[in-house]
């Protein structure tokens, strides 16, 4: 592709006229027509500047077998949008990636925090100890409240950390010159690790089934508790994984703007950012109701991966409606 179609394939890509590429160059418009037509080439000034304003390298415009690649646009070009740089992208990435273990650990604690009540519950079942359950449930709580506490304060002070770079998650972006490459390269680097991240905790998941399956034979309340604690310790682990990898391979999409950070999405995202924040305080509630008034801890728990599957579903559904709106 020659230099010419270069420009009318940029210009377009923006959408700007002849007249407005040529004032944001400080040219005439006949200028601009000459180098689209091929009758002219622009000074090597005039190149630079193009360079900048379209956000490629001088030598894509001037190479003539190099084909036209995404451009980046600049902040003066494309407003609304923030324009990201290498050390913008590299920042971003490196902090997700410190704070991904954290937020892992945290997560996993969550998973965790009923396992000593669920435990404590048990040994007074099987009147093998010197524990009522009332005074289990007691201890078990106070132990499962700290958890909680330390585990969301961990989420908080890893999400007000990475809070500098949301508009990189929240708002239309745009890459300089030379970042999606870093991107796509790094993310090529992980790709192996992330693979063998979501295998693991698939595996661990499935597993954690087991326990609680066997423990069904044996017909002992007891033991089905233990059990239960058992599959929370499996699940746990492999969700510690998933949010682990998840999170690194999310700061990838984020910025090469796939799927959840697609334009479309974030769109869609702004629109319904009031759903998960009422739909888990909903949940939350109603299982604290549920366990507090029946006093059945060790079967409550099944209301959050039920809460999880039903998220996903009517956020699905919410997300269908709000595309077929669009379309009309």
């Known amino acids: 592709m020659i230099l010419a179609d270069k420009i009318i394939s940029l210009r377009k890509r923006f959408g700007w006229s002849q007249e407005e590429l040529a004032e944001k160059l400080s040219v005439s418009r006949q200028a601009v027509s000459k180098w689209e037509s091929g009758n002219s080439i622009p000074d090597m000034e005039k190149v630079v500047n193009m360079s900048s304003l379209f956000g490629v390298s001088t030598d894509?415009?001037?190479?003539?077998?190099?084909?036209?690649?995404?451009?980046?646009e600049t902040d003066d070009t494309a407003?609304?949008?923030?324009?990201?740089?290498?050390?913008?992208?590299?920042g971003f990435?490196?902090?997700?990636?410190?704070?991904?273990?954290?937020?892992?650990?945290a997560?996993?604690?969550?998973?965790?925090?009923?396992?000593?009540?669920?435990?404590?519950?048990?040994?007074?079942?099987?009147?093998k100890f010197d524990l009522t359950e009332d005074k289990a449930a007691g201890i078990g709580m106070v132990v499962l409240m700290v958890i909680v506490a330390?585990?969301?304060?961990?989420?908080?002070?890893?999400?007000?950390?990475?809070?500098?770079?949301?508009?990189?998650?929240?708002?239309?972006?745009?890459?300089q010159y030379g970042v999606r490459g870093i991107v796509e390269k790094k993310r090529e680097e992980f790709a192996s690790a992330y693979s063998r991240g979501v295998t693991a905790g698939v595996v661990l998941c499935i597993v954690s089934v087991i326990p609680l399956l066997m423990s069904s034979i044996a017909d002992n309340d007891a033991l089905s508790i233990?059990?239960?604690?058992?599959?929370?310790?499996f699940?746990?682990?492999?969700?510690?994984?998933?949010?682990?990898?998840?999170?690194?391979?999310?700061?990838?999409?984020a910025l090469l703007q796939e799927d959840d950070y697609s334009e479309e999405a974030k769109q869609i995202e702004k629109q319904l950012q009031f759903f998960p924040g009422i739909y888990w305080c909903t949940v939350t509630a109603?299982?604290?109701?549920?366990?507090?008034?029946?006093?059945?801890?060790?079967?409550?728990?099944?209301?959050?991966?039920?809460?999880?599957?039903?998220?996903?579903?009517?956020?699905?559904i919410m997300v269908a409606r709000v595309k077929s709106k669009k379309g009309k």
């Open 107 to 127: 997560v996993q604690a969550l998973v965790l925090s009923p396992v000593v009540l669920l435990v404590l519950t048990a040994f007074a079942e099987s009147k």
């Open 93 to 105: 990435m490196d902090m997700t990636a410190a704070f991904s273990v954290k937020m892992a650990m």
């Open 226 to 233: 233990i059990c239960v604690a058992i599959l929370l310790i």
């Open 235 to 253: 699940v746990s682990c492999g969700v510690h994984i998933f949010v682990r990898v998840g999170t690194i391979e999310d700061s990838y999409k």
């Open 79 to 90: 407003e609304g949008r923030k324009n990201i740089s290498v050390e913008e992208a590299n």
């Open 60 to 72: 894509f415009l001037l190479k003539d077998e190099m084909e036209v690649e995404t451009p980046s």
């Open 150 to 175: 330390v585990g969301v304060s961990i989420l908080i002070s890893a999400g007000t950390k990475l809070e500098r770079y949301d508009y990189i998650k929240k708002s239309s972006i745009t890459l």
């Open 286 to 316: 109603i299982y604290l109701g549920i366990s507090f008034y029946w006093s059945n801890w060790d079967r409550s728990w099944i209301i959050w991966p039920v809460a999880g599957v039903f998220f996903a579903a009517v956020r699905g």
